[in-house]
């Protein structure tokens, strides 16, 4: 029976080629970073805030259960869980980091 887009055996080895360490409540498991560089908005001359937003990707099965606001180390960085969204069908989750437990 074919649950998902991704066999949850298969993930791993997708991360392998360039994933980096996360854990999370005693789990560690493999995870690909992105910097999400946030527009400058421009009106009138002024700029408006700009800053960059540090995503990870899991496998959803290695963390099924992190609540928000919960340390991550993401390749040695200690942050904070914001908020996490599963992907697609579902195999894999963003989790969005925080420098600061809010």
Sequence with gaps: MLTGFYADTDI???MGDFGVSVVCSGVTTLG????????SIVSQSVSGV?????TVTVQTSAFPAVLNREPIV???QLFFI????????GALTKIFCSTKRS
Aim: net charge negative.
């Design 12 to 14: 791993p080895f997708m």
């Design 32 to 39: 690909i970073v992105d910097n999400v560089g946030k527009d």
């Design 50 to 54: 700009s800053g960059k937003e540090i």
């Design 74 to 76: 993401v390749d040695g």
């Design 82 to 89: 914001r908020d996490q969204n599963q992907e697609g069908d």
